[in-house]
């Protein structure tokens, strides 16, 4: 089985700094893509950031961009999302996921919750 584990996740006042991580657990699996997803109360899941591999870029939805940075470590299947200048519209469940090919997320992980005080 494989599985994602995400930590880091808390209440923080706005203006401030969280940094979540993601590491992946159970039988070994190679990636070509990881990535932070996020669903707030009421609202669809939707797309944070995502690193891929091969190339080493990334990719930002508007909302985030200039605040939260990706990074990883593709050998360790482990990718961290650094949020800065933190908003209480960014108050959500945040879920790290993982493409081991090229179609869709297929390995996600439970969440962790962030929450933006104002």
């Known amino acids: 089985q494989v599985q994602l584990v995400e930590s880091g996740g808390g209440l923080v006042q706005a203006g401030g700094s969280l940094r979540l991580s993601c590491a992946s657990s159970?039988?070994?699996?190679?990636?070509?893509?990881m990535g932070w997803f996020r669903q707030a109360p009421g609202k669809e899941r939707q797309f944070v950031a995502h690193i891929i591999w091969n190339g080493g870029n990334t990719n930002y939805a508007d909302a985030v961009k200039g605040r939260f940075t990706i990074s990883g470590d593709n050998a360790k299947n482990t990718v961290y999302l650094q949020m800065d200048s933190l908003k209480p519209e960014d108050t959500a469940v945040y879920y790290c996921a993982a493409r081991r090919n090229w179609g869709e997320y297929d390995v996600w992980g439970q969440g962790t919750q962030v929450t933006v005080a104002s």
């Open positions: 159970g039988r070994r699996f190679s990636t070509t893509t």
